[in-house]
């Protein structure tokens, strides 16, 4: 526990906090979740009211980003879509942690052909073109974004099966390991109790760029009409009239495309201050 | 380094056929039944027709008979035909789909290679300037930036505020009628737009890649060897620090030769350009069972052989690791 939160406290987050950019990310994604939680009180108007008066109308004060081809008022829109893509990047890289986890865990410290067969199917795994998978598999299901979250954490977690298998096969030597191997632990309880926690760190690192990766995929889906259905907003449904709007309606395209950009980049920013502040050969 | 080799040739049967497994398991634990596609268009066709229908693809027997069938047909090449109306073999579609998405992706891996190379020496050389700050924004921007989003906007910009360059398609109506050159100008208006998207989506992460390579090879003591013994600083980077910096590249090439193939499914819907990503966006549409295990197959093979090309090029170019 002190050694532990210790080094969070003394190493790890005073270097996170230099790091200027890696900040700018954290406040963004601070940010997007009070968005997220707060979008009806935020929100303008209600993002699924049809207007018929005021079909696609150019930005103005009182729709700050447009209107969409319903008459929808779309910068309601975008921070209700917010909410999708949040939660379709934690929910999906929670599964894909989770699975990844578990699989580099018992690979790891079992070894053996346990390990053999898992790494394999890892590497099978890894093969394929991740988004037409993804896309096959989607399509084949009803439209919805549980199904959205499942498919794209099952199909996102070889990484982190590798990642954690090469720091377990480290730990495993380690002293401490043998010592509580010595006192009578359980290999469950070394597992969870000792190996684990020494192992998330470079996890800690994978998730946040995996939950970038995760909305990327959850726009593109939903631009191609099979992720998020309308009429709930999501940031891809809303590109999707913009494609069909473009000749009439820029900011169709414009702003959710932004809300997009400026998510994946504050994740990915704060990724890489992560894995920055976690690596010793890194001086800032 | 032979046995390595035929060690790792002997991997890519299971491994195969796990991608086989895997592909085969996917599709047919998904619900509706292709069948249902073709009876939902015509009403008309009665249960008897139905049955028959189902029959005729093989689709009434145990799905691990099923598998077995596809499998042996596998080992001839033969994907099978597709539930389409057409019903056409599958690698005949593939084929005809083949050529568009293959010379589009080599152009734009060409142009990415071309552009990433010098973009990552720059940044690497004059570490920590301007220049590499600039670099690096452009890079971050590089991956956050959805590549479909990048389309709608050249689209836009391009197409319909200067009415410069087509938006959809590979040709014009009635191309037919140009001249020689006229017809390969069309041809290069219409895949400008495609091309710079596809680029533009890889080149951040291969200029991230060359750069961090040039930073590793820049420390070494030979860099400093040449320096000490009065090389000018251009022969250093261009031809010492650079060619052991290209090294990793080989395997970036690697990876990037089953995307050759593949193509990309929202970029070819977007421009509505007839290749791969396009036939397998379709096929999963309608359900086309065998177009879509066929592509998918194909994609995940090609990944498999292309790791080895690429392990074995690098292999092949450094003889640090050869003779491990």
Redesign the interface.
Known sequence: MSLRTSYLATVFWPRLRRNRLAMAGAWVVLVLFVISLAAPLIAPYNPTDINAWQVLSPPSWSHWFGTDELGRDVFSRVLFGARISLKVGLVAIGIAVVLGSAVGLAAGYYGGWLDTLLM??V???????A???I???I???EPSIWYIMAVIGLTGWMGVARLVRAEVLAIREMDYILAARCIGCSDLRIILRHILPNALSPVLVAATLGV?GAI?TE??LS??GIGVQPPTPSWGNI?TS??DY??FA?WL??FP?LA???T??AY??LGEGIRDALDPRTTR | MTVWLLKRIA?LL??ML??TL?TFT??HL???EPVDMQMAMNPKVGKEARERLTKFYGLDQPLHVQYVTWLKKLSRLDLGRSFSSDNRPVLDKIKERLPVTLSLNIIALVLEFGLAIPIGIMAAVYRNSWLDKGITVFV??G????T??LA??L??FFG?TLNWLP?SGLHTLGYEAYSWPGRFWDLAKHLLLPVAVASFGSLAGVSRYMRSAMLGVIEQDYITTARAKGLSERVVIWKHALRNALLPLITLVGFSL??LI?G???FE??FAIPGMGQL??QG??S?DYPV?MG??VI???L??IG?LIADLGYALADPRIRHQ
């Open positions: 394999r199917s590497d099978i795994m890894l093969c394929f073109p988004f037409f998978l896309l096959a598999i399509t084949f299901l970038a990327l726009s593109a631009f191609l590109l913009g494609k473009i000749e820029w395209s414009l495309g997009i950009l400026i994946v980049l990915n920013l | 991997m299971p491994l796990g991608i895997i996917v599709i998904a619900p509706g971050f921007l991956f956050a930036v959805p479909f989003w709608l906007l689209m836009y319909v938006i089953p995307g593949g990309s499914v929202i819907t977007i397998f966006y999963v549409m359900r879509v592509i998918l994609g995940a093979g990944t498999l790791n």
